[in-house]
Nanobody
């Protein structure tokens, strides 16, 4: 089992910045990808950014150039630096970890609210 605890959400004005953190604990063996998803009411959860163990990263088109994901494997923590925030970035942000232990397992944090005011 892997436990994920997020922090860093809050209220910010448009154009501002926030940094989300996700601390992982438990059986970290074979964690392949860690990432951030977001969800707004009535919509599906969408992938915002991810970072693979090998170093490759992915960003949704809507956040490219504004968000940066970083993993600290020593601290088992993944960060999401969000700059130039827009009202449409308002959502609950969830940390995710994918693990392969003979089968794929997905783990989720509890979510942290990000609200961007115009």
């Amino acid at each position: 089992q892997v436990q994920l605890v997020e922090s860093g959400g809050g209220l910010v004005q448009a154009g501002g910045s926030l940094r989300l953190s996700c601390a992982a604990s438990g059986n970290m063996f074979s964690i392949t990808v860690m990432g951030w998803y977001r969800q707004t009411p009535g919509k599906q959860r969408e992938l915002v950014a991810s970072a693979a163990t090998g170093g490759s990263t992915y960003y949704a088109d809507s956040v490219k150039g504004r968000f940066t994901i970083a993993r600290d494997n020593v601290k088992s923590t993944v960060y999401l630096q969000m700059n130039s925030l827009k009202p449409e970035d308002t959502a609950v942000y969830y940390c995710n970890a994918r693990q392969y232990v003979g089968e794929w397992r997905n783990y989720w944090g509890q979510g942290t609210q990000v609200t961007v005011s115009s």
